[in-house]
């Protein structure tokens, strides 16, 4: 079953443009993860934020996630056109020892 | 160092027919995981395994779905009979303890005719 909900589900901009994809979840996390996935490819992992952490950074992408809201927003800024893949959220619930369930995922286009 | 191989990548048969599906992960990396991924939707999980033991497999239909970790390293996942509703993508994914990352394979690609 799926854990989370991304949203949008397909985003497309020009690019330059920052893209931002969010997701949302249900249960206690112990963190949530961003992962990439380029058509026809196994998914790659892109950052890692903790339950205890807010924001974090990697290059051009910005995590930040609301534990009591239970949402998570990546932000990838200055988008380029090899940015064009589907992202998807997964969390590691709480107590589960390792369970990881990914969400729905976001389509996301750069125009060159 | 090598990643996450899986094979085949490709499979076609027909309904009815066996079929399975071989991962072998990073060295070191003691828990794996099989998802199943449908055509835009993300990885669902079917079964964990940690070492040769699987910790759950709730979501693995296991009438017609078996799957098998013996030694603690590769893993095999068979379904027997396919039915229509089986084709996806396979995913393998071994967890690195020391970063918390998942690290996937390619995937087999199964269609069902």
């Known amino acids: 079953s799926q854990q989370g909900e991304e949203d949008p589900q397909a985003l497309s901009i020009q690019e330059g443009e920052n893209a931002t994809m969010n997701c949302s979840y249900k249960?206690?996390?112990?963190?949530l993860q961003w992962y990439r996935q380029n058509s026809g490819r196994g998914l790659v992992h892109l950052i890692l934020?903790?339950?205890?952490?807010r924001e974090k950074h990697s290059g051009r992408l910005r995590v930040t996630l609301d534990t009591s809201k239970k949402s998570s927003s990546l932000l990838i800024t200055a988008s380029r056109a090899a940015d064009t893949a589907s992202y998807f959220c997964?969390?590691?619930?709480?107590?589960?020892?390792?369970?990881?369930?990914f969400g729905t995922g976001t389509s996301l286009t750069v125009i060159p | 160092e090598a990643g996450v191989v899986q094979s085949p990548r490709y499979k076609i048969i027909e309904k009815k027919q066996p079929v399975a599906f071989w991962c072998n992960p990073i060295?070191?990396?003691?828990?794996l995981y099989w998802y199943r991924q449908n055509l835009g939707q993300g990885p669902e999980l079917l079964i964990r395994?940690?070492?040769?033991?699987?910790?759950?497999d709730s979501q693995l239909p296991k009438d017609r779905f078996s799957a098998e970790r013996l030694k603690g390293v590769d893993s095999t996942l068979k379904i027997q009979p396919a039915e229509l509703g089986d084709s996806a993508v396979y995913l393998c994914?071994?967890?690195?303890?020391?970063?918390?990352?998942?690290?996937f394979g390619e995937g087999s690609r199964l269609t069902v005719l």
């Open positions: 060295s070191g990396h003691n828990t």
């Open positions: 997964a969390t590691d619930l709480y107590n589960t020892g390792n369970q990881f369930y």
């Open positions: 934020i903790r339950s205890n952490e």
């Open positions: 249960t206690s996390i112990n963190n």
């Open positions: 395994y940690e070492n040769e033991e699987a910790v759950d």
């Open positions: 994914a071994g967890y690195d303890r020391n970063t918390g990352e998942l690290f």
